[in-house]
């Protein structure tokens, strides 16, 4: 009975995490360049004494528990802003930003310029050139051009390329907020990333995939709750008949 108890706890645990990660991405189905996550579970496996027919015995007890999330890397739909400093990738890249806690990646291409004349995120963060330095431009350079391999040209000719770079895991990729993403290995060179200039990637989760999920976690956490009344229930007809028989 104890142990129907602790599956059932943990099953609900299961389903507690499984609804903040599709909560997460119904809030954010409509955040540029989000991924959709997914829950990783692993089975857990112990030993506990139960009786048999030939008496006590180590039986296994399967229990769940939270090991990761992972990412869905497919691309969102290219949506059409007509901003010239809006863009968006087509491919796995990412596009290079510097912060304060260093280099950082992000899909969201929603970028402007800044009081120095700088690329910038809507956040302010500089984004960064093939080179690594930070893009500026002239008060004077109002039509700005980025073509599809990244470079930009204004009406002072070409004013550098569009940093865009790869990597070889991106699970190993951690998310941090504010549309940026923090890597643990060296980037690599983005190979068949285009560049669309005028455009931006809206999000890759799917409301009505999202939805049904939801009801089915629900159900399952329903399911486990009827067996933790259950196990009440049974824990109460006993001790009401101990006392019944000690009467």
């Not at 770079?165 to 940026?180: E, H, R, W």
Request: aromatic share 4%; net charge negative.
């Amino acid at each position: 009975m104890d142990n129907a108890l602790l599956l059932s706890l943990s099953n609900q645990m299961v389903a507690r995490r499984s609804m903040d990660v599709v909560a997460n991405n119904i809030a954010n189905m409509n955040t540029t360049g989000f991924k959709r996550e997914s829950p990783v579970f692993q089975e857990y496996i112990v030993k506990v004494d139960a009786e048999g027919a030939n008496g006590r015995v180590k039986e296994p007890l399967s229990f769940v528990r939270d090991v990761l999330a992972t990412h869905d890397m497919s691309s969102g739909v290219l949506k059409t802003t007509g901003n010239q400093l809006d863009l968006a990738l087509e491919g796995d890249g990412f596009f290079v930003v510097s912060t304060p806690e260093g280099e950082r990646y992000t899909r969201n291409g929603n970028f402007g310029r800044d009081d120095t004349g700088r690329i910038v995120t809507s956040s302010g963060h500089p984004v960064l050139d093939d080179g690594g330095s930070e893009i500026v431009l002239t008060p004077e350079e109002t039509q700005v051009t980025i073509a599809r391999d990244g470079s930009i040209s204004t009406e002072q000719g070409i004013r550098g390329r569009i940093g865009v770079v790869a990597f070889d895991n991106p699970q190993t990729m951690k998310p941090i907020g504010d549309s940026l993403w923090e890597a643990s290995e060296p980037p690599v060179a983005a190979e068949g990333n285009v560049v669309a200039q005028g455009m931006l990637e809206g999000s890759n989760v799917q409301p009505v995939a999202e939805m049904v999920r939801m009801i089915e976690i629900m159900r399952a956490y329903q399911a486990s709750t009827e067996i933790l009344n259950a196990g009440e229930e049974l824990s109460r007809r006993a001790v009401q008949k101990l006392g019944e028989v000690r009467a």
